[in-house]
């Protein structure tokens, strides 16, 4: 089979043929259909000190059961996330982590639905939203920040402001349902809001909290790190909420699979709206980490095996 990694940091990626692996206790070995990229992936790529295996979210199709697993059979359509070597025709899944694919939705919807979708509903969740609360998103034209506006607006956010990269993404993200957008290097940031998903982290996390209304939440998920001031959030009685869904996955199992249904639920009814930017060929896996790490992306970035 086909397997995309890279010998040292910054790579490049190149393809390379492999055995096929087997099904080990709990695993499920599937036939890749569809790879979701995301930024965490293409930061350790071109950050961490020795190479990693590219994993993350895929679905595909059930062609092996390893012992032990029993939920699913071979033939089914499934999603998961992948710890191994994900960027291939065929990657093993922890059936643990693992969900089917309703008939209706292709692996393309899965990848840029489930994983950026959990990320988003439960930041959302983070905020303890209330009906008629103002929110601010960053990274709103992202893979998880596009599904973040939307979830928004469907637990009743009274007014949504997306904030991004550049002006060229501002209509696509009104298009998501957002009133208003602005770009990270504004000054002002509009009316203050009650409550912030923040996915870049950073330098940006500055203006994230001063564009909170007094007594407001600002739920940090991103992987870009960041410091705040004391001082900013003592004055305007703002918090600060850390979010990873690891943690749900690993210690909330039956949470984490109603947030997956409700996010089936969504899409089934047309409610949520999982956007594609583009989808590139295995072979391309470079052009879609450069996509990513430009930040011109409207949506999920997807390869196809």
Known sequence: MRRVRYEHTGGPLFTEEVPVAAAGPGELLVRVEAIGVTLPVVRKVTEAAEPIALGGEIAGEVVAVGAG????????????????????????????????????????????????????????????????????????????????????????????????????????VRGLGADEVVTYDCADWGEPVDYALDAVGGSLLTPAVAALAPGGRLVAYSSGGGTIQAYDLLVGAKSVIGFQMALIARRRPELYERWRQELWRLHADGALRPAVHGEFALEDAAKAHAVIESRSNLGKVVLIP
């Open 69 to 172: 697993a029993s939920r699913f059979t071979v033939g089914e359509r499934v999603t998961g996330l992948c710890f191994g070597h994900g960027y291939a025709d065929f990657a093993l899944l922890d059936e643990a982590m693992t969900s089917r694919i309703p008939d209706a939705a292709s692996a393309v919807d899965a990848v840029a639905l489930v994983r950026s979708g959990l990320v988003a509903l439960g930041a959302l969740e983070a905020a303890r939203p209330e009906p008629g609360e103002s929110a601010l998103v960053t990274g709103a034209a992202s893979g998880v920040g596009h599904l973040a506006v939307q979830l928004a607006r469907l637990r009743g956010a009274s007014r949504i402001t997306g904030a991004v990269s550049g002006p060229g993404k501002a209509d696509f």
